[in-house]
């Protein structure tokens, strides 16, 4: 478990690493909007998870069927080494959604649905 000053360290690299690994992103996967992550620091570095947001499911099911899984992956892995941040297997640390998703579940409340999946993990 990281102490209060290193979770906000870390906090404040894995979202630059994170930032950078959105900008890469945007212009390679067509629909693709943006990525936040959802950690609890009492469970760092298994509560750790990135989602990948597109716009529509069509965007998010085209993504998934051509290299954008992997691409994902890699952008999250890369985010990942240069926090010096090690994990086993990346897939169990990325998730997608679609803004299409939250508006017709939770009336495009983020929050709500953010929340909603930290307590899932």
């Not at 509560?47 to 947001?53: A, E, K």
Request: neutral net charge; hydrophobic residues 40%.
């Amino acid at each position: 478990m990281l102490d209060k000053t290193a979770r906000s360290r870390m906090e404040r690299r894995l979202t630059r690493a994170l930032t950078d690994a959105c900008e890469a992103a945007k212009p390679v996967l067509p629909g693709f909007c943006w990525l936040t992550h959802l950690v609890d620091y009492r469970r760092f570095p298994d509560s750790l998870r990135v989602i990948w947001v597109f716009d529509t499911q069509d965007d998010l099911a085209r993504a998934l069927k051509d290299d954008g899984r992997r691409r994902m992956l890699d952008l999250t892995a890369n985010a990942f080494v240069d926090i010096g941040l090690e994990v086993t297997d990346i897939g169990r640390h990325v998730d997608v959604d679609s803004e299409a998703e939250c508006r017709r579940v939770h009336g495009g409340d983020w929050q709500r649905r953010l929340a909603a999946a930290a307590a899932r993990h």
